[in-house]
């Protein structure tokens, strides 16, 4: 197992603020536009520096969507910033027309997604926004691991043209993507090579995924642990390669896993090399109040949950 | 320029082509197309600067329109393409498979004209103020246009846009209302009542102005004098009073030709009412 240093900790929403601010350095197209949470999303660095190309919108996040698909009518690059449960679920409609179907170069940000949240309970935790997004064509999704892969990952939205969902979270996490890694929208990163199991992360339970694989290594059992950062378009050729060689793949994700990303990996796998799949993931349940690391304990996103569903689906090889 | 005149022998070609456009497919919406009549084709050959030979989603250097009730395509579309954005025989088209003109407007198949998909009602309104926003940054002094319904109003996003527009000053953006005070189900006043659309718009901040939709003289001069309260920091509306239907006798004035196609028989009635002006598609 490969060794993953510690090198820091920080909420990977503070990754989008650098991000934000590093892409409207690098492109004077790039705005921003916030519904009444500037400094919780993390926009205040880019609303300091380009006064001019910030918006706040107020509490009416369906305008926001709308102002942001007429600014990138005429060129410009908006991002649109939120609590992922009101910049995806309360405006999907606005975000099918305006965005999707319109096919506007909109970028949605979704901040404090999943029950690590915390205290503010189910009404804010969302867990279904990767699938709302990811049934919207021409959307692109995509939900970094840590701060570093988040500051890229909004740079890469950025740059590539069509609308892109980027969903992030509000705890800190470890930091344990070097700052050099080559980020690419679509493209998965082998985070170790292994033969036994096909682990298959996002977001900050790739770090889980990390210790998870530590476990196992002691236990004799060889994971292959793959990072996949972009939910859609899924790296459909390194999962299959990868579980070509495993033959089995546990999926990972601080989300539903049906319509997350156990459910893409178990459709992939369906229809091109059906193996035995486990999930770790929400299983059809709102979440609640209570320290975001307590709720990963109940609700089983912890490593030692992974390490149980990778002794489960290799015993289903 | 084109004169009053003109400009009413346009419209009544553009009711032939949606009175024939609808009926073709057997579907559409006819009612709110034939009240929009007038104030389309003022607004395009007279009011707006656009460049129907070189269409382009950005529309740098010239005004935008965004048709918020997308349901009303087929006026749009027969204007589009009578002012020159594709060719009128494409009208032919529509509603069919693999036209681009689509039953709501989208611009996922190119059709010059359409920057945005509308049909989902109440999201126009925030698309033209991001689109005059875009104006502003950009240093264009072009102006932005949307239409809407009255019904489309009850629509909650409407009045967040409408709420930001004032408090920010958008004031590159006139927004026509057709206030025909009909919707699907019934009469705006009876669905739900959405009380003095003037009042409303004066608290939220923005200038109100009222036009007769179906008088051509008051639709040019509506749009004329909206164009003069620009750039004053204010948005403008105007309150259009139309008839559903206008300028065909048993679809005037009623709800229930909000999105019935007329049959065979009641199209040949129709078009009897509609000079022929222009050659039809």
């Known amino acids: 197992m490969r060794k993953y240093t510690i090198l820091g900790s920080n909420d990977t929403r503070s990754g989008f603020g650098q991000g934000l601010l590093e892409a409207g350095k690098r492109n004077q197209n790039v705005v921003a536009l916030c519904a009444d949470l500037t400094e919780s999303v993390k926009m205040g660095a880019f609303k300091e520096a380009f006064s001019e190309r910030f918006f706040q919108i107020g509490i009416s996040e369906a305008n926001m969507v709308g102002v942001a698909s007429g600014l990138a009518l005429s060129g410009k690059i908006p991002f649109i910033g939120s609590f992922a449960a009101f910049s995806t679920g309360r405006v999907y409609d606005q975000i099918r027309q305006s965005v999707a179907y319109s096919n506007t170069n909109v970028k949605i940000a979704g901040s404090h997604a999943g029950i690590t949240l915390g205290e503010d309970g189910a009404t804010h935790q969302i867990l279904e926004d990767i699938g709302l997004m990811k049934m919207l064509p021409n959307m692109v999704v995509i939900n970094p691991c840590d701060y570093n892969q988040t500051v890229q990952a909004t740079i890469a939205a950025a740059e590539h043209v069509g609308p892109v969902y980027l969903r992030f979270g509000r705890p800190k996490v470890p930091i344990f993507i070097s700052e050099d890694t080559p980020f690419q929208i679509g493209k998965a990163l082998m985070i170790n090579e292994g033969k036994d199991v096909t682990i298959l992360a996002t977001g900050h339970l790739v770090w889980e995924a990390i210790q998870a694989g530590e476990m196992l290594a002691e236990q004799g059992i060889d994971a292959e642990i793959i990072n996949i950062h972009t939910i859609k378009p899924l790296d459909n050729k390194a999962i299959l390669k990868s579980v070509a060689k495993t033959g089995c793949v546990v999926t990972c994700e601080e989300h539903q896993y049906n319509g997350g990303l156990g459910d893409s990996v178990a459709q992939l796998l369906a229809l091109n090399n059906p193996k035995p799949i486990e999930y770790i993931g929400i299983d059809d349940k709102f979440g609640e109040s209570g320290k975001p690391e307590d709720l990963m304990v109940k609700y089983g996103l912890k490593s030692n949950n992974i390490v149980e569903a990778v002794q489960k689906v290799i015993k289903r090889k | ?281």
């Open chain 2, 1 to 281: 320029m084109a004169t009053i005149a003109e400009l009413e022998n346009i419209a009544s070609q553009v009711r032939r082509d949606i009175v024939r456009m609808v009926n073709a497919c057997s579907s559409g919406h006819p009612g709110g197309s034939l009240g929009c009549a007038d104030v389309m084709c003022a607004l395009y050959f007279d009011a707006l600067e656009c460049n129907p030979e070189n269409f382009t989603i950005e529309g740098k250097g010239e005004d935008m329109f965004f048709l918020s009730n997308g349901h009303i395509s087929p006026v749009w579309y027969s204007v589009l393409s009578r002012r020159g954005f594709f060719p009128v025989s494409d009208l032919a088209t529509f509603r069919k498979l693999g036209s681009p003109l689509q039953g709501h407007p989208t611009p996922k198949y190119n059709l010059p004209g359409v920057r945005i998909a509308s049909g989902s009602l109440g999201q126009g309104l925030s698309v033209g103020v991001g689109a005059a926003l875009a104006k502003k940054l950009n240093g264009c002094d072009h102006l932005v246009y949307t239409l809407h319904g009255d019904g489309e109003l009850q629509e909650g996003q409407i009045w967040e846009a409408a709420m930001y527009a004032a408090g920010n000053k958008v004031d590159n953006l006139i927004s026509i209302i057709d206030f025909n005070n009909a919707q699907i189900d019934g009469k705006v006043e009876n669905v739900l009542p959405n009380g003095s659309l003037k009042d409303k718009f004066i608290a939220f901040g923005w200038e109100v102005l009222e036009m007769q939709g179906n008088d051509m003289k008051d639709c040019v001069r509506g749009l004329s004098e909206a164009k003069k309260l620009t750039k004053k920091g204010k948005p403008v509306v105007i309150l259009m009073h139309t008839l559903m239907g206008y300028g065909v006798d048993f679809m005037q004035g009623s709800y229930k030709w909000h999105g019935v196609a007329p049959s065979n028989e009641q199209t040949v009635n129709a078009l009897s009412q509609l000079k022929e002006t222009l050659g039809d598609y």
